[in-house]
């Protein structure tokens, strides 16, 4: 067997460096302003790219009903001529929180981690509001869209608005600001999510033994509680289970990303720390499903 160059683990994936440094030069060249085709681009290509497209919505299965014949018509969906993409980027455009999102990104995109907790802690929790706040515009604004075709469904079916429970984008959220923070922001989905989750040793909680897909060590982290540690309560409000697990990712992947530069000695991006979390042996016992 062929023996692996040590730091291939956090740069993997080359094969589809070409089309992600597409999606950055796209961000880079239209950035969170308000051109609505620059966004029309960046919702339909990073969601469709990355398996996570906000046209694929659904609502609480408390909500829906299968067994008559009222269905809720999405028709707003692909039709070929991508009519959900200009809607939905016309809302999030003219959200009542879209200026704040702007404004958060504008403060915090200039600036790198320094891979010291007490003094990325502000950064970290910057980018974490940036993230959950796009997921709040973005779910505002497709049931906006959804409105008229909700309304319908509920008068056929004595359905409640407050039990609509429009699904969550916290996946899509942190893709499309990751192409727009690519040193900052964290992607989850349910593959970095329980990947990073798994080490070796159940029993130590702070013992997170990382090994690669053949069982040969590549990093371990000894004696020390990853623990949730960000707060961004008191900016957004509640926070929801969903929203929850993002926090929880960060703070993990902060955490092992700071080890990785210990490790490596050179600076590690969140796109590094995504390859490194992949090539960890993983299997399915108590993984979690991400919105």
Not at 20 to 45: H, Q, S, T
Not at 122 to 132: A, S
Not at 161 to 188: C, M, Q, T, V, W
């Amino acid at each position: 067997m062929i023996e692996r160059v040590e730091d291939s683990y956090i740069n993997e994936n080359e094969s589809i460096s070409i089309g992600n440094a597409i999606l950055y030069k796209l961000c880079n060249d239209y950035p969170m302003n308000d051109d609505v085709n620059g966004m029309i681009a960046k919702l339909w290509l990073i969601g469709r790219s990355y398996a996570a497209s906000p046209e694929r919505r659904n609502y609480s299965k408390k909500y829906r009903q299968n067994d008559i014949d009222a269905k809720i018509d999405l028709s707003t969906g692909s039709n070929g001529r991508d009519t959900f993409f200009n809607k939905l980027s016309k809302k999030v455009i003219s959200d009542c929180e879209y200026n704040k999102l702007k404004s958060l990104i504008d403060e915090i995109k200039a600036i790198n981690y320094s891979y010291d907790y007490s003094s990325d802690k502000p950064l970290l929790e910057k980018t974490v509001i940036i993230v959950l706040l796009f997921n709040r515009i973005l779910r505002r604004s497709i049931e906006s869209i959804d409105e008229q075709a909700l309304e319908k469904y509920e008068n056929q079916t004595n359905k409640k608005k407050e039990d609509r429970g429009l699904r969550y984008f916290i996946s899509f959220s942190s893709k499309f600001i990751h192409f727009h923070l690519p040193k900052l922001a964290f992607i989850i989905d349910s593959f970095s999510f329980n990947h990073a989750k798994k080490k070796r040793d159940r029993s130590k909680k702070s013992d997170y033994i990382y090994i690669d897909i053949d069982g040969t060590e590549i990093l371990s982290i000894e004696n020390v509680l990853i623990k949730y540690d960000l707060d961004v309560q008191l900016e957004l409000g509640n926070i929801v289970e969903n929203e929850k697990q993002y926090i929880d990712h960060v703070s993990r992947s902060y955490f092992i990303m700071c080890k990785l530069k210990e490790k490596y000695h050179n600076d590690i991006t969140p796109r590094m720390l995504d390859n490194f979390v992949m090539g960890v042996n993983f299997n399915n016992d108590n993984s979690v499903e991400i919105e």
